[in-house]
């Protein structure tokens, strides 16, 4: 039973970290179609785009329900980003630690 909680523990954290980078890598892309050094006409580009935007936007939704609209400042992604460092840290650590406790 231990061996499949640290697995599970390593999933989760695999889970979140690649969450992580692909909220990493959708950013630094939105930025550089904001100053125009990668071309949106792209179909690369485009498809790349929206495989990213589909695999975040169930995670941003929720937080933009109960965010103020700022405009064009979407702080969504920075939320999300704190929930996942808060996920990983302390909220996994003492889960799986309880969690181990109690299968012992």
Request: aromatic share 12%; proline share 5%; hydrophobic share 60%.
């Amino acid at each position: 039973m231990f061996e499949f909680l640290n697995a599970l523990n390593g999933i989760v954290y695999i889970v979140l970290e690649a969450i992580w980078w692909i909220i990493i890598v959708q950013a630094v892309l939105s930025w550089l179609i904001v100053f125009n050094v990668i071309n949106t006409s792209n179909e690369y580009v485009r498809n790349g785009l929206y495989a990213l935007d589909r695999m975040t936007e169930p995670l941003y939704r929720p937080v933009r329900k109960f965010m103020p609209d700022l405009g064009a400042l979407d702080l969504a992604p920075m939320v999300v980003l704190l929930a996942i460092i808060i996920l990983q840290g302390p909220v996994r650590e003492n889960l799986f630690a309880a969690l181990m406790r109690a299968v012992a």
